[in-house]
């Protein structure tokens, strides 16, 4: 059924971009097209290094005629609205900025196109003269298949870290000059609070073989039970009521749709969803980071504060969804790598009890592994950008 409608949608979206095409000749030289500028994040959101960085554009380079695509439904529209000029993901105008754009930029592969998935398979049939920027969602350590070269086809790939940048040179095959070494965008805003926020962040990231699952076969898997059950762990209770701490769980977008399933009776334990949350301030505003493989540890880590791995699926994890890349977390992680609850709130007792400071081990692992730690990434990012035209 889901491939069904998604034939559907492919011939809507080629008829569409036809007619766009056309369209196109037409309004070509009129100034809202000149040397044009999109940049969006996946059409729906405006929170990470795509939001960042039209904000930098928009401050420190008005003069470049930019756009952010964005859903006029996206929680996020109105406080990115007042920055610059904002089209409507998906409208016929997206396609017309689609075709015209001297630059592309986006936080994931084709997600400035009116539809991700259709461009990401047939974008290589339509002439494209722009260039294409990979701003990156997050720093990659797995060896993601999509993310090869021979699966996208973009001019600039923005990496953050030197084992990184080394390991997708040596890997994903792409042409000498498109890896560029600038750090994340959205890293100018992360800062490390000064007093403690009582709050601990639980940010699981999703499950592949989870994608087509329904609402009843998702109350079964074992992400549901294994991290419902440790919201609703008697010992979880103890431990916050012990620190007057709260926790908050926020599971990868993918996850978001099954997040009513996820209850707790216990008052210091929130669930948060996608509208009323930014991925940002919560970590911003929390001490300490528990999740299991999510690239968003290194955020973390930037501000240099101390987390646990709690991965109680390794193998299955890396049969099912990312193979193994440069990071192993048994050497090189941040933080405490545990598989059991128990071991989890023994990890979590030696952080409190060590003022929320990083052990000096993981520390020292932290300040190699980064290249910059600083607040010019966007502007590293738009030199970067500069230099391909």
């Given at each position: 059924m889901y491939k069904f409608k998604r034939l559907f949608v492919y011939i809507r979206v080629l008829l569409v971009m036809l007619i766009a095409e056309i369209?196109?000749?037409?309004?070509?030289?009129?100034?809202?097209?000149?040397?044009?500028?999109?940049?969006?994040?996946?059409?729906?959101?405006?929170?990470?290094?795509?939001?960042?960085?039209?904000?930098?554009?928009?401050?420190?380079?008005?003069?470049?005629?930019?756009?952010?695509?964005?859903?006029?439904?996206?929680?996020?529209?109105?406080?990115?609205?007042?920055?610059?000029?904002?089209?409507?993901?998906?409208?016929?105008?997206?396609?017309?900025?689609?075709?015209?754009?001297?630059?592309?930029?986006?936080?994931?592969?084709?997600?400035?196109?009116?539809?991700?998935?259709?461009?990401?398979?047939?974008g290589k049939l339509f002439p494209d003269k722009s260039k294409k920027i990979f701003l990156q969602h997050g720093i990659i350590k797995d060896d993601l298949r999509f993310c090869h070269a021979d699966q996208t086809n973009i001019d600039m790939f923005v990496c953050s870290a030197v084992p990184e940048y080394e390991y997708i040179d040596k890997f994903f095959g792409y042409k000498k000059g498109v890896l560029k070494l600038t750090g994340l965008c959205r890293f100018d805003n992360l800062k490390k609070q000064d007093q403690p926020t009582h709050r601990l962040l639980f940010m699981?990231?999703?499950?592949?073989?989870?994608?087509?699952?329904?609402?009843?076969?998702?109350?079964?898997?074992?992400?549901?039970?294994?991290?419902?059950?440790?919201?609703?762990?008697?010992?979880?209770?103890?431990?916050?009521?012990?620190?007057?701490?709260?926790?908050?769980?926020?599971?990868?977008?993918?996850?978001?749709?099954?997040?009513?399933?996820?209850?707790c009776s216990d008052p210091r334990v929130h669930i948060a969803d996608f509208k009323n949350n930014d991925v940002q301030d919560l970590l911003i505003n929390s001490d300490i980071l528990i999740t299991d493989y999510s690239s968003v540890f290194f955020d973390y880590a930037y501000m240099r504060k101390p987390m646990v791995y709690y991965q109680y699926d390794e193998a299955a994890f890396r049969a099912e969804q990312y193979g193994q890349g440069y990071f192993d977390y048994k050497t090189d992680s941040f933080g405490d790598v545990v598989e059991t609850e128990d071991e989890l709130f023994d990890s979590l007792r030696r952080i409190f009890n060590n003022d929320l400071q990083p052990d000096e081990v993981y520390l020292k692992k932290i300040n190699s592994f980064f290249k910059f730690n600083d607040t010019e990434n966007c502007r590293r990012v738009y030199d970067a950008i500069s230099s391909l035209l």
């Open positions: 369209a196109s000749l037409f309004v070509k030289k009129s100034a809202a097209y000149k040397d044009l500028w999109i940049v969006s994040e996946r059409g729906v959101d405006a929170r990470d290094n795509g939001y960042h960085f039209f904000k930098f554009l928009c401050a420190e380079h008005p003069e470049i005629n930019a756009v952010y695509v964005i859903s006029g439904q996206s929680p996020d529209r109105e406080k990115v609205a007042p920055l610059g000029r904002l089209i409507e993901y998906g409208s016929f105008r997206h396609y017309l900025c689609y075709i015209l754009a001297k630059v592309k930029v986006s936080t994931h592969i084709d997600g400035y196109s009116p539809d991700i998935l259709f461009f990401h398979k047939f699981p990231t999703w499950r592949s073989t989870l994608r087509t699952c329904n609402r009843r076969s998702f109350l079964d898997s074992d992400y549901f039970k294994k991290y419902n059950g440790l919201l609703n762990s008697k010992k979880l209770s103890e431990l916050l009521e012990q620190y007057d701490y709260e926790l908050v769980f926020y599971p990868h977008f993918e996850v978001h749709r099954f997040l009513d399933c996820f209850s």
